[in-house]
């Protein structure tokens, strides 16, 4: 039997900039590169939400992220909002769809998940997240960043068809245990096409923390500018460090 995928939506008002301050992303919006493009030139945007084909450890019991782990996300949520299309969407369980995945499909090591929250900030152009993911124990962790850092490097520009591709940069960081940030692009031949990818990844112990935005920018991410994730992932890995969970 699939875990609950219950989630709920918080239709709350905001500005833009209070909600880019406390994502840990300024500029929200602007700064993606969203205005005035062609509706036929949007990129898909990856799916977020729990999926009933997802692998996860289910001969394992589910692990619930403690409550005072994700206090901040409640938090958050709780900020107002302005926009009316844009709204607050959270999810628990262990079956999502695989996030920095440049080769596409599900990750061998999804198969060993055993928990997870997320709270993305959703609207018709741009999803911006946080997903903490705990998995079976800190091998299948570790593999898990590998197995990424590998399909970086193998689908460095992977070819989507139609004479599309999307091309990824990546570095690693000095967070947690280990850490890098991602980002990609669509392109035809040497043209940007609106779709962006961006975020940063970071393992401590067992347990995997992505934040991570997509959208409709035409405008590449660089390394310099994902890199401005990292100033709010450090303290999430000191507090899972001392998580005795994790």
Known sequence: MMPNQG??????????????AI???????IVLGVINQKPSEHATLPPIMPTAGA????????????????????ARAAIPLSQPEVHWVF?????????????????????????????????????KLR????????ASARQ?????????????RHEDGNAMATVWIWQPLQIGDEAMAVGSQRYRGSNSLPGHQRGVVMRQGRTLV?????????????????????????????????????
């Open 55 to 74: 692998p996860y450890a289910s001969a394992e019991p589910q692990f619930h992220i403690p409550a005072s782990f994700t206090a901040a996300d409640d």
């Open 144 to 156: 898990a960043m590998e197995e990424r850092r590998s399909a970086l490097q193998q689908c460095a």
């Open 23 to 29: 994502i840990g992303v300024s500029g929200v919006f």
């Open 7 to 20: 989630w709920r939506t918080r239709r709350v008002a905001v500005v833009a900039a209070v909600t880019a």
């Open 91 to 127: 999810a628990d369980g262990p079956n999502f769809p695989p996030l920095v995945s440049p080769c596409g499909g599900y990750l061998p090591s999804d198969g060993a998940r055993v928990g997870a929250h997320q709270l993305a900030l959703v609207s018709p152009m741009t999803v």
């Open 131 to 138: 997903r903490v993911v705990l998995y079976r124990d800190v």
């Open 210 to 246: 992505t934040y991570f935005d997509s959208g409709q920018s035409r405008v590449p991410p660089t390394i310099a500018e994902v890199e401005h994730y990292a100033t709010v992932a450090r303290p999430v890995a000191a507090e899972l460090a001392s998580a005795p969970w994790n």
